[in-house]
Structures are given as structure tokens and as C-alpha cells.
């Protein structure tokens, strides 16, 4: 399921071992540890452009996919448990249905994805003719992976030099944290970033993405009560100068309500364009799993605001809400059918600690949701 990346590569010391807890992204952030981040799933340049140098090396060896998988069963548990309770009875019958209606809805997958489900499923117990509880079970396992797929997708770096990202979140999602675990990974793969501190809104974000520069030993632009947009321009414009292979711009965290805010999302965005023409070709929001329903109210205005391109869903473990994603690919599905771009979940994270931020599997969330 992992791809290879090919990209140049760039001198540089081994990533040091992490310093001391750094601040955090708000009072529910995740805290970074020594461990390392495996690799993601990076898409390789287009045939159509010159290649880079090397290939990204080999993806992570399958013992420690398996120990991601364990932490996100775990981490699902809250959300499953609820759901597995309906298939303990012996028969098939119309209250097992309505039992895990409701199920489905405690579990934030809200009302168009568990009509969907549900639908699926009976379709596939009469095509099947089963009579088991568990293999009825199995079934929703398999109409779940099916419709989480169009969340797979893949992160491309090295299309354009730099690629250039753009990152947003209400405050408390891990917004920061986890750009310092996604540049943890990227210089450990020998990718020159460098990082804009544009989140002047919120009192320390730019000395927590300073702490997250200087543990990852990468460049950071950032100006004292400087403009978000100004400060993304300098970064834009500085990366081309030193050859970086990405920039990522830390925006500050709000909330779609507050307009006056989103509307600085939206000079930042057409800022990052005059910068460099193409800009931003990434868009990512990060969003707390913990928040149910109101995670996909906040996907659906912030794409409307500034254009998502994916998405970073944290803090999966330790919730009963880790269905809103089957919420959002329902929306992603009806985009896809109306000829919109998808809107990919990149990474899910089940933990604090670096390696607990992992590339999504349609089916390995389905499998660990269920199992």
C-alpha cells in the first residue's frame, strides 16, 4: 500500500534525537515523542516531469504496520465496542438492524452514511443468504471499507520545487503538532523544508513551531506580530532561494465562525499564489476526531472557504465519535459524483507519540473498527 517517492536529495545531518516536550497545540494537542514517523504513502513525480534523483526508501517493515494496526484497534475501541454489542444475539432480524442504526448514529456516522450502510448490508445478507451474527458483521466490514475508499489518497511532494503546503485547523486539533511530526518525517527522508510561522493569531504558536524547527533542524520563517500573509510570501520566496524541497505554512487556528479569520485564510491562499504560481498545492485541514459531527461541519467550511485538498484526522483513540468518517466520505462520494476533486484523509492519528500518526487504510479502519 506504500508508494515511492522520487525527489532530490540534499546534504544534511541525521535528524537529532527530539529535545524535551515543546508547548502544545492547545490544551487537547498531541506531545511528540523520540519515536519516528514511518512513511507515509508519498505518490511519485508525474512520468510527464524531469526525475528527481532517488527513490524515498522502502516503506516501514510489515512488524511495525502490524503494531500501528494493534494501537488503532485500541484506539477504535470506544467507537466499536457499541457497534460489535449488536451482533452478539443469534438472529437476524429487523431489531438487530435498528439496533445497529442506532449504534451507527452514536458513533457520529450520521444520518446519509447510516442509511447508506444499512441499505448495503441487507442487500449483501439477502445475496449472501447469511444467518450468522458474525458473518453478518463482516459483511458491514466490507460495505465500511468500501465506503471509506475514496478517503484513501496519497500526499505528493516533489512535482514542483518547492511544494508548497498550507495547513489550517480550529485551535486544540493538533494543528502544529502535527505539522512537527509530518517535517519530522520529511527531513528524516532528506526533503529540505522550511516553515512559516504564519499563526500570529494565537499566543506562542510561533515559538511551538520554533521548538518543532529547531528538533528537526529545518529553517523557519516567522516576524513578531508580523502579517500571515506577508509571512507565507517571505517563506514562498525564501524556499525558491534555497532550493527547499517544501514549505509548510502553519495558519492560525480559528473557527469557521469567525469570518473575519477565514477571510485571512483566504488572502493567505491567493498570497501563497502570487508567491509562486500554483500555490498552495496542497491545502490540508486538520481536524480532532474527538469532535463527532461537528469535525465534518468544519471539513465542509473550510473547503468551501479555502479549497481542501486532504485532511489530517487526529486523536481517533480514546473516542466514540471515530464514525464521522463515515460521514465524510460520503460527502467526498457525492463530490466524486458531481465531478469535484476528492478530499482525502492523508494521515489518522491514534496517539501522541511520532509513529502514532499513520497513512489511512480504508480497510485496516474498517477491519480495526469492527474486529
Known amino acids: 500500500m506504500f508508494s515511492f517517492l522520487r525527489r532530490k536529495l540534499f546534504s544534511s545531518s541525521p535528524a537529532p534525537e527530539p529535545a524535551p516536550e515543546g508547548p502544545q497545540d492547545g490544551p487537547a494537542a498531541e506531545s511528540p515523542s523520540a519515536a519516528s514517523l514511518p512513511a507515509p504513502a508519498l505518490a511519485p513525480v508525474p512520468a510527464d516531469l524531469p526525475a528527481p534523483v532517488t527513490p524515498l526508501e522502502p516503506a516501514p517493515a510489515p512488524a511495525a504496520r502490524g503494531s500501528w494496526l494493534q494501537k488503532l484497534k485500541a484506539g477504535l475501541q470506544r467507537t466499536g465496542s457499541s457497534i460489535a454489542q449488536v451482533f452478539t444475539g443469534t438472529k437476524i432480524d429487523e431489531a438487530l438492524y435498528e439496533e445497529l442504526e442506532a449504534a451507527l448514529l452514536m458513533a457520529d456516522a450520521g444520518v446519509g452514511a447510516t442509511e447508506y450502510l444499512l441499505e448495503e448490508l441487507k442487500k449483501r445478507v439477502k445475496d449472501t443468504r447469511c444467518t450468522d451474527p458474525a458473518g453478518v458483521k463482516a459483511l458491514l466490514a466490507e460495505v465500511l471499507a468500501e465506503l471509506l475508499a475514496p478517503l484513501e489518497g496519497s500526499l505528493q511532494i516533489g512535482a514542483t520545487q518547492p511544494t508548497v503546503m498550507m495547513v489550517a485547523g480550529v485551535n486544540g486539533a493538533g494543528k502544529t503538532t502535527s505539522i512537527g511530526k509530518l517535517t519530522r518525517h520529511l527531513a528524516e527522508q532528506d526533503s529540505k523544508v522550511l516553515l512559516a510561522a504564519a499563526d500570529t493569531f494565537r499566543a506562542a504558536a510561533r515559538e511551538q513551531l520554533a521548538v518543532w524547527a529547531d528538533r528537526n533542524r529545518v529553517e523557519i520563517v516567522s516576524q513578531e506580530g508580523g502579517d500571515p500573509a506577508a509571512v507565507c510570501f517571505d517563506a514562498v520566496s525564501a524556499g525558491k532561494a534555497r532550493g527547499c524541497d517544501v514549505v509548510i505554512a502553519d495558519t492560525a487556528g480559528r473557527l469557521a465562525t469567525q469570518l473575519h479569520l477565514m477571510d485571512e485564510l483566504r488572502k493567505i491562499r491567493r498570497t501563497l499564489g502570487r508567491a509562486m504560481e500554483g500555490a498552495p498545492h496542497e491545502v490540508l485541514l486538520v481536524v480532532d476526531g474527538n469532535t463527532g459531527q461537528n469535525a465534518f461541519t468544519q471539513v465542509k467550511a473550510f473547503d468551501e472557504a479555502i479549497g481542501l485538498t486532504g485532511l489530517i484526522v487526529t486523536k481517533l483513540d480514546g473516542t466514540a465519535k471515530g464514525g464521522v468518517l463515515a460521514a465524510i466520505?460520503?460527502?467526498?462520494?457525492?463530490?466524486?459524483?458531481?465531478?469535484?476533486?476528492?478530499?482525502?484523509?492523508?494521515?489518522?492519528?491514534?496517539?501522541?507519540?511520532?509513529?502514532?500518526?499513520?497513512?489511512?487504510?480504508?480497510?485496516?479502519?474498517?477491519?480495526?473498527?469492527?474486529s
Open 329 to 370: 466520505a460520503l460527502w467526498v462520494r457525492e463530490r466524486v459524483a458531481q465531478g469535484k476533486p476528492a478530499v482525502p484523509v492523508y494521515f489518522i492519528g491514534v496517539g501522541e507519540k511520532l509513529e502514532d500518526l499513520q497513512t489511512f487504510s480504508a480497510r485496516e479502519f474498517a477491519q480495526a473498527l469492527l
